[in-house]
């Protein structure tokens, strides 16, 4: 049991039989009557989103997540195959688990599986990925000196902004938590 006091962004909760993860909490002390928390919460197998509001100082059950380091294989449709670093066993999860994180696996790439009672209920990506530009414009000399962008095709799909001189062929380091271009790799 954990206090709704000591809630922070990411923490796993388990409410009326399901798994809940805090997206946004704020502590609330009014004027008048006792402190609350008021929460957004996402529940991690449908994606559901609700609000719940918490006395301050009321004990929540905390779930038990755990997070095994496992290296992405292949993808076949909808399903992503991983192989777990430890014990080499494999795990198919579908595109929906995967969510966002789809964007940025390539092959090799180990990143951490979170598990709740053996099923699958969320990823750990690394901060920053290395992928390849696939398709973009051509860049030209002397493209360094203004701030300009361009959209750029990576390896996985996705569509990254990147500077004027980035070409076809390159590999650039991508933010995971935001989509934007970091450097070149």
Same mark, same amino acid.
Request: glycine share 10%.
């Given at each position: 049991?954990?206090?709704?006091?000591?809630?922070?962004?990411?923490?796993?909760?388990?409410?009326?039989? *399901? +798994?809940?993860?805090?997206?946004?909490?704020?502590?609330?002390?009014?004027?008048?009557?006792?402190?609350? +928390?008021?929460?957004?919460? =996402?529940? $991690?197998?449908?994606? !559901?989103?609700?609000?719940?509001?918490?006395?301050?100082? *009321? #004990?929540?059950?905390?779930?038990?997540?755990?997070?095994?380091?496992?290296?992405?294989?292949?993808? !076949?449709?909808? *399903?992503?195959?991983?192989?777990?670093?430890?014990?080499?066993?494999?795990?198919?999860?579908?595109?929906?688990?995967?969510?966002?994180?789809?964007?940025?696996?390539?092959?090799?790439? +180990?990143?951490?599986?979170?598990?709740? *009672?053996?099923?699958?209920?969320?990823?750990?990506?690394?901060?920053?990925?290395?992928?390849? $530009?696939?398709?973009?414009?051509?860049?030209? =000399?002397?493209?360094?000196?203004?701030?300009?962008?361009?959209?750029?095709?990576?390896?996985?799909?996705?569509? $990254?902004? $990147?500077?004027?001189?980035?070409?076809?062929?390159? #590999?650039?380091? +991508?933010?995971? =938590?935001?989509?934007?271009?970091?450097? =070149?790799?």
């Amino acid at each position: 049991m954990i206090s709704v006091n000591d809630l922070r962004t990411g923490l796993t909760l388990e409410l009326d039989g *399901e +798994v809940w993860s805090v997206v946004e909490f704020l502590h609330v002390k009014p004027g008048k009557g006792a402190a609350f +928390v008021r929460t957004k919460l =996402r529940n $991690v197998q449908t994606g !559901a989103v609700m609000d719940r509001t918490f006395r301050g100082g *009321e #004990r929540v059950p905390r779930a038990l997540v755990e997070t095994k380091q496992m290296q992405f294989l292949y993808a !076949a449709g909808d *399903e992503y195959h991983f192989m777990d670093t430890e014990t080499f066993e494999q795990m198919t999860l579908m595109a929906g688990t995967l969510d966002n994180a789809v964007n940025y696996i390539t092959e090799g790439l +180990v990143i951490g599986i979170q598990l709740h *009672e053996g099923a699958a209920i969320g990823v750990d990506l690394p901060t920053a990925v290395e992928l390849e $530009v696939v398709q973009t414009e051509p860049g030209f =000399r002397g493209d360094t000196a203004t701030g300009g962008t361009k959209p750029a095709t990576v390896e996985t799909g996705l569509v $990254v902004q $990147v500077p004027l001189f980035v070409d076809q062929g390159t #590999r650039i380091k +991508v933010d995971t =938590r935001t989509g934007e271009y970091l450097s =070149r790799a």
